[in-house]
């Protein structure tokens, strides 16, 4: 699977934008996906996970109640809804995606074969 991640930006603290993840390829159902975030000197961090049904979701404690993934299997896209953004959301954004991770291990970054380009989130103060 090939992912195409688009939607950043920059934004004022508390303002919003979505990250959108377009697939091709077949069985997107089949994967399990995830965003990550890098800021600059930092390490892959993980924000948010989906199931392939979409059933079940996973946060990162820092945006819960703030940003929101989603999935349309029929469209072959994931989205992610970034609300209240803070200055230290700025990063530049992964999608990945992986036929094996499981909810209990879809934090790892290790366990994604596939990866978007990343596009860059920038939150002013």
């Known amino acids: 699977v090939q992912l195409q991640a688009s939607g950043g930006g920059l934004v004022q603290a508390g303002g919003s934008l979505r990250l959108s993840c377009a697939a091709s390829?077949?069985?997107?159902?089949?994967?399990?996906l995830a965003w990550f975030r890098q800021a600059a000197g930092v390490g892959r961090e993980f924000v948010a996970g989906?199931?392939?049904?979409?059933?079940?979701?996973r946060y990162t404690d820092s945006v819960k109640g703030r940003f929101t993934i989603s999935r349309d299997n029929a469209k072959n896209t994931m989205l992610l809804q970034m609300n209240s953004l803070k200055p230290e959301d700025t990063a530049v954004y992964y999608c990945?995606?992986?036929?094996?991770?499981?909810?209990?291990?879809?934090?790892?970054?290790?366990?994604?074969?596939?990866w978007g380009q990343g596009t860059l989130v920038t939150v002013s103060s």
């Open positions: 390829g077949r069985s997107f159902r089949s994967y399990a």
């Open positions: 989906i199931s392939r049904s979409g059933g079940v979701t």
């Open positions: 990945a995606a992986d036929l094996s991770i499981g909810i209990s291990t879809m934090t790892m970054p290790g366990g994604y074969e596939y």
